[in-house]
């Protein structure tokens, strides 16, 4: 008890820098300056759900889950393989996440150059292989793409973690009691790495549907996701409160998305385990 | 060859024909010998037991017949067909893992039916044989437990029915027992060796337990460097070990050099003793084995007998109570002596040793690998 003092710090950080923020984005979202007067209003909240703005939300929403679903689909695979190569792993899932580590916009801005219409990297390469080019740029697949490229790591990385963790003896008694290796990985690899893939779902679902960076370079700002809604309201448009807004009720759809899906997740794990 | 080697290895009252042989099989990790030219025989029905201290080869040659590992060389015969090359899951073999290895994100019946739900057999089926397995391992009404509630020994049931209810032709344990408590660890004892008799299954049981070995095993396989050192009922290895490794990992024992000056005669710490063995060259080194049990001690009462006494001569050292015994420990010409009786000894007194004749083992030096076929 008399330690006590020492959680201090961490109380004072939490409330200037998580508390205080929250508060103010929310204090935004509900009030107005009516002539001079600061009056409570819903007006904010309600022009976030009109068709323009909300579809911007819908969108988001639909590309950062296509993006989530391709990065699972690759993340998987290459996953099991690192995990597989016990001792050699480390060196290759150090290239795998090395990109991590580079500026991000960097990242995403060579992007930008590879994908050029008449100039780009890709499409100078096609044309001497006397292939059609291929011109995304500024198309809701150009989004994904930067999306699954930016955020893949952090889908593989969790679920390594889980499939290294798996106890050797384990997957042999799966082989013992006559599973072959896709039996095994469908009854008992995949059901004990669900941990990571949930993980991994939320590390990239979570930027994918915030970000504006992305739609912004690669989609030529021709494709307006929620993210760049609320950075024009700041920084274009100068209302905050229709941004603080716009930024609370997308908080709130998330956090009701991650609720379900932690339910579901459990629900799978007591009662669907039956199926199996 | 297999009735040959059935022959060998007796055991009449049970099926004589071998069920599974290992032929010459040798297996190295990183340069390094685990497993030299070993062949063995396993009967139908037959508790067998691989003894020896870690390292020595034994659960290599267990996930060998459970098909985890390949030998570098050798055969595996299963009647005929040599199943080196089949992998687990095709092989009519289950293990009990050391650690269990149970499904965490499965319940027990679940873990249970793994195996039966794999083979695509019919629910209902399913359910009557999970209980039957359930009952077996007197874990009755546990189906719907999660794995993660249930104590060390209760996960061990659960992994040991979930290996019998596919009714393997052989059951691999690997040190089944070894994280167990000790009371719960003799009770297992007798449950899986009437569980074995019940169900007519082959065990293969890997422990470095001598206790454990020589209580349950119909046969025992003293195992050290990748060499089967005896092999032979629990009574034969313990009473006539081979050689000096097995005297002494086989129960307590006090090894010592000792020199046959000629048959019957053996001459230890400058002391002639009256031993029953013969068929020993001249003055050949060999290795003596006494049990701690076939020590007799007499106290020396007074200094002058010290001198008169013909008898070997020790000096008690310390002497402690054990329970049934008290151990005591003595000195003589350096070297010590561990004797079990029920005498309590003070440290510093001086004591006769004697042994009788045919508790006197002698054993060539570096006699290794025979079969014994009593």
């Not at chain 1, 990297?121 to 044309?127: A, E, F, I, Q």
């Not at chain 1, 370079?217 to 700041?234: D, T, Y």
Request: with cysteine; hydrophobic share 45%; proline share 4%.
């Amino acid at each position: 008890m008399n330690r006590r003092w020492l959680a201090y710090p961490y109380v004072v950080w939490m409330i200037a820098f998580i508390l205080v923020p929250l508060f103010m984005i929310f204090y935004y979202g509900v009030t107005k300056d009516d002539g001079g007067q600061i009056v409570f209003t819903a007006e904010f909240i309600k022009k976030t759900f009109e068709p323009i703005y909300f579809n911007a939300m819908a969108k988001s929403f639909l590309y950062a889950g296509f993006a989530t679903l391709i990065c699972l689909v690759l993340a998987y695979p290459l996953a099991l393989i690192l995990a597989g190569k016990a001792g050699k792993s480390s060196a290759m899932l150090f290239i795998f996440i090395l990109p991590m580590w580079m500026n991000f916009l960097l990242r995403t801005y060579a992007w930008l150059t590879l994908l050029e219409t008449n100039n780009g990297v890709v499409n100078t390469l096609l044309r001497l292989l006397h292939l059609p080019s291929i011109n995304i740029l500024g198309t809701p697949n150009a989004i994904i793409l930067g999306m699954v490229y930016n955020f893949l790591p952090f889908m593989v990385l969790p679920i390594y973690n889980t499939l290294v963790k798996i106890d050797p003896y384990i997957l042999e008694a799966a082989h013992d009691l006559g599973a072959d290796s896709f039996q095994r990985l469908i009854r008992v690899v995949f059901p004990l790495s669900l941990p990571g893939v949930m993980s991994g779902i939320t590390m990239v679902f979570m930027p994918a549907v915030t970000s504006f960076v992305i739609p912004n370079l690669l989609g030529s700002g021709k494709v307006n996701l929620i993210g760049n809604l609320i950075e024009q309201q700041f920084l274009m448009t100068y209302n905050w409160g229709f941004g603080s807004a716009m930024s609370l009720i997308l908080m709130i759809i998330i956090l009701l998305a991650m609720g379900l899906m932690k339910r579901f997740d459990k629900g799978n794990l007591e009662g669907g385990a039956g199926r199996w | 060859m297999g009735k040959l080697s059935a022959k060998f290895l007796g055991g009449g009252e049970m099926n004589e024909k071998a069920l599974i042989r290992l032929d010459g099989i040798s297996k190295s990790f990183d340069e390094q010998v685990v497993l030299d030219n070993i062949s063995l025989s396993i009967r139908k029905n037959e508790f067998l037991t691989l003894l020896g201290p870690s390292g020595c080869g034994k659960t290599t040659m267990l996930r060998i017949l459970g098909g985890f590992e390949k030998p570098d060389v050798g055969r595996v015969l299963h009647g005929d067909q040599d199943i080196v090359d089949i992998p687990p899951y095709k092989r009519n073999i289950n293990t009990v893992f050391q650690r269990y290895a149970l499904f965490p994100h499965l319940n027990v019946f679940e873990n249970i039916a793994f195996g039966l739900n794999i083979k695509k057999i019919e629910k209902t089926k399913i359910q009557r044989k999970v209980k039957k397995a359930l009952k077996q391992v007197n874990l009755n009404g546990f189906e719907k437990r999660s794995v993660s509630q249930l104590s060390g020994g209760q996960q061990q049931r659960v992994a040991i029915a979930r290996a019998i209810v596919n009714e393997p032709e052989i059951l691999l344990l690997d040190e089944p027992l070894s994280s167990l408590d000790l009371k719960l660890r003799q009770e297992m004892q007798y449950e899986l060796k009437t569980l074995q008799q019940e169900l007519g299954i082959t065990f293969v049981y890997v422990t470095h337990d001598q206790e454990e070995a020589l209580t349950m095993s119909d046969t025992v396989v003293v195992m050290n460097n990748g060499i089967i050192q005896q092999l032979g009922k629990p009574e034969a290895v313990y009473n006539e070990p081979i050689n000096a490794f097995v005297a002494d990992f086989i129960g307590e024992s006090n090894i010592y050099d000792g020199v046959m000056k000629r048959d019957k005669v053996l001459e230890l710490f400058g002391h002639m003793f009256e031993c029953v063995d013969t068929g020993f060259e001249e003055n050949e080194i060999v290795d003596v084995v006494i049990r701690p049990e076939d020590v007799r001690l007499s106290r020396i009462s007074s200094k002058e007998s010290l001198n008169e006494t013909e008898l070997l001569v020790g000096k008690v050292t310390d002497c402690i109570f054990k329970g049934v015994h008290y151990e005591t420990c003595i000195d003589t010409y350096g070297y010590e002596w561990v004797v079990q009786n029920t005498k309590n000894f003070t440290p510093g007194e001086y004591v006769n040793i004697e042994v009788d004749p045919y508790d006197i083992h002698i054993m060539k030096k570096h006699r290794k690998a025979v079969v014994d076929e009593s």
